[in-house]
């Protein structure tokens, strides 16, 4: 089964920048859509950005568009995302996960392999 792992968050300043990783094992992520979710506390999991398999589409949650950037490098069986302007209503634990395909209304239940999440606090 894929397996993904998260990397890169922590501690930053509103308005400072985070660069979150997911690395894939087992299984490689060329076929794969893949999104990235986070879930504050006490709030239920919502869609932040995807990028699709086979030609790289990208698409935003609103809350994020010309803030965050999602890429890919299959060579390194990696998905990124570059946050920008962050603010304290960005602090939530961020997964990634894969699917088939994005849709288009990041919904949570079209993904699976789920990673176990890094933790993104911005605070002063």
């Known amino acids: 089964q894929l397996q993904l792992v998260e990397s890169g968050g922590g501690l930053v300043q509103p308005g400072g920048s985070l660069r979150l990783s997911c690395e894939a094992s087992?299984?490689?992520?060329?076929?794969?859509?893949l999104g990235w979710f986070r879930q504050a506390p006490g709030k239920e999991r919502e869609g932040v950005s995807c990028?699709?398999?086979?030609?790289?589409?990208?698409n935003y949650a609103d809350s994020v568009k010309g803030r965050f950037t999602i890429s890919r490098d299959n060579a390194k069986n990696t998905v990124y995302l570059q946050m920008n302007s962050l603010k304290p209503e960005d602090t939530a634990v961020y997964y990634c996960?894969?699917?088939?395909?994005?849709?288009?209304?990041?919904?949570?239940?079209?993904?699976?392999?789920w990673g176990q999440g890094t933790q993104v606090t911005v605070s002063s």
């Open positions: 996960a894969a699917a088939q395909i994005c849709g288009s209304t990041l919904d949570v239940s079209l993904f699976g392999s």
């Open positions: 087992k299984f490689t992520l060329d076929y794969y859509a």
């Open positions: 990028i699709s398999s086979r030609d790289a589409i990208t």
